[in-house]
């Protein structure tokens, strides 16, 4: 049992992490990571038993509007194929596709995700109807270990009449600065967050969210992450997270 955890941590690890950090792990997740066109990132990696393709999330669908169009097309631009030996110039992004059973689509995840929660569903990607709630997409630049995210919050969204909920805001600067530091060191868990809400979000409206690692100790992740209007103009949310990484048995402990 122990052993088949570890295996399952190791390939739980892969799934989030980026080639940095673990040098054991570097040959295996560059190869699901950075050898594939963002496209096909991670599909790879999936198992051939799953039959069905798991939806990608993060893939443009008819109720994106032209904003959310617009950015998601100049990162996607700069997400050329990167091959190995290959030198990268320039801005070079990496779409992260998104799946609504994070922890199946892990390599090894199925076994994990049948021990903690068959019918658990990742919180943001539960709801069908396109364009109700959390459409989003995090593309991560290596280089300067820097997240970008495009988010459109839908109507089911809504807080303080005709703007976006504090709660789903926070959810995102919680997704994307922990889908961050899970790039970083996967599994980790949220231990803090700090948001500080400067203007209101309208709903229906696009805004871009950007994180940066501002520190690394041990196995605290310190990110900063900040909220503003597509062009920058304007700033809606600050924050700052600590996250920690743990190990599979905190996850099983109940
Ligand atoms: C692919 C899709 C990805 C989507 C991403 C979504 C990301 C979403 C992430 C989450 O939302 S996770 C859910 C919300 N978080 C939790 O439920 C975490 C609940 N808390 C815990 O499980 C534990 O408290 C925690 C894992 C955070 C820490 O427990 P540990 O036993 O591993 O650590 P410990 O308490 O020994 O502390 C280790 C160090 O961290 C420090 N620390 C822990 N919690 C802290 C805190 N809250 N603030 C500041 N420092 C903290 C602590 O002081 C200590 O510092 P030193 O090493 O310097 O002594």
């Known amino acids: 049992m122990t052993r088949s955890v570890g295996r399952i941590f190791s390939g739980f690890r892969c799934f989030g992490s ?52 617009q950015l998601y097309n100049h990162y996607n631009r700069l997400s050329k194929e990167t091959t190995e030996g290959q030198e990268d110039h320039g801005e070079q992004w990496t779409r992260l596709p998104s799946y609504n059973r994070t922890l199946k689509y892990a390599t090894g995840g199925v076994y994990l995700s049948k021990i903690i929660q068959s019918k658990a569903r990742l919180f943001t990607r539960n709801i069908r109807d396109p364009g109700a709630s959390f ?62 809400y400067r203007s209101p979000i309208p709903l229906g409206s696009t805004v871009l969210i950007e994180s940066i690692l501002d520190k690394e100790d041990g196995r605290k992740r310190y990110i900063s992450c900040r909220v503003t209007s597509t062009d920058g103009s304007k700033l809606h949310t600050e924050a ?10 905190h996850l099983l402990k109940r």
């Open 18 to 69: 980026l080639p940095f950090g673990n040098p054991p792990l570097k040959t295996q997740c560059s190869s699901v990571l950075f050898r594939t066109t963002s496209e096909r990132t991670l599909m790879h990696a999936l198992p051939k038993i799953f039959g069905r393709k798991p939806r990608d999330f993060s893939l443009p669908n008819s109720s994106w509007g032209k904003e959310m169009m």
């Open 135 to 196: 459409e989003y997409v995090i593309f991560f630049r290596q280089d300067k270990l820097k997240c970008a995210c495009i988010f459109q919050a839908g109507h089911l969204l809504e807080g303080a009449p005709g703007h976006v909920h504090g709660g789903a805001i926070a959810t995102m600067i919680d997704t994307i600065t922990g889908t961050h530091a899970s790039l970083l060191s996967a599994p980790v868990m949220t231990a803090n967050l700090n948001i500080n």
């Open 240 to 249: 700052t997270g600590l996250f920690l990484s743990i190990s599979v048995s």
